[in-house]
């Protein structure tokens, strides 16, 4: 059974002051690991898609890293604009169906 | 280009009813899923289809199903109401089948069970 476990559950941030979320995952066979964002009231929205150790993508404040057994997405110089849950998910061969982490909720404090 | 759909975004339903929940993907989106969102489980897997298959269904008892359209307009549906029913219903769009690709999300369907 693929798990993700994502920490911390909650994190409050100064603006400008960078930070780490975590996603540790244990599956079989993986063929992707997702990242969302998601804002109150609204639907999770995707911002990166990583497949194999090593890899790296970047967007605007966001950097996601990947290894064999965790990702993390890094948050450079954030803004308030950037609090809301982050998700982490991954798919594999076995399971064949998107496994998602509980989340890390952002705060970014002006 | 618009974005996917869901209907309604909130009912209120008592228990032993049953509801249906309407999802429309991305024009072109052959891939549709559906999860379910509460405080304390997180999002969860329910079912995917594509072209109007089921092609995969996670563990959710019998009371929950769902079905694809041709046009690929999606239903799901839950009978027997319980108060654990409870939850956000969230619809999910992708051009690739079985997740690989990346999920466009409706905005939901809020459903609370008296």
């Known amino acids: 059974e693929d798990q993700v476990t994502q920490s911390p559950e909650a994190l409050r941030l100064q603006e400008g002051e960078s930070s780490s979320l975590n996603c540790s995952y244990t599956?079989?066979?993986?063929?992707?690991l997702f990242w969302y964002r998601q804002d109150p009231g609204k639907g999770p929205e995707f911002l990166f898609t990583?497949?194999?150790a090593g890899e790296e993508k970047e967007k605007e404040r966001l950097k996601a890293t990947l290894t064999k057994k965790e990702s993390f997405l890094h948050i450079t110089a954030p803004k308030p604009e950037d609090s809301a849950t982050y998700l982490c998910?991954?798919?594999?061969?076995?399971?064949?169906?998107?496994?998602f982490g509980s989340g890390t909720q952002l705060t970014v404090l002006p | 280009k618009a974005g996917v759909t869901q209907t309604p975004r909130y009912l209120i339903k008592t228990r032993g009813q049953q509801v249906t929940l309407s999802c429309s993907p991305i024009?072109?989106?052959?891939?549709v899923s559906w999860y379910q969102q509460t405080p304390g489980q997180g999002l969860q897997f329910l079912f995917e289809?594509?072209?109007?298959?089921?092609?995969n269904k996670g563990n959710f008892p019998g009371r929950f199903s769902g079905r694809q359209f041709s046009n690929s307009r999606s239903e799901m549906n839950v009978s027997t109401l319980e108060l654990g029913d409870s939850a956000l219903y969230l619809c999910?769009?992708?051009?690739?089948?079985?997740?690989?690709?990346?999920?466009?999300f409706g905005e939901g369907s809020r459903l609370t069970v008296l």
């Open positions: 599956v079989s066979g993986l063929r992707g």
């Open positions: 999910a769009s992708s051009l690739a089948a079985e997740g690989t690709g990346e999920l466009f």
């Open positions: 990583l497949y194999s």
């Open positions: 024009s072109g989106h052959r891939s």
């Open positions: 998910a991954v798919f594999s061969g076995s399971a064949r169906q998107l496994t």
């Open positions: 289809y594509f072209s109007e298959t089921q092609r």
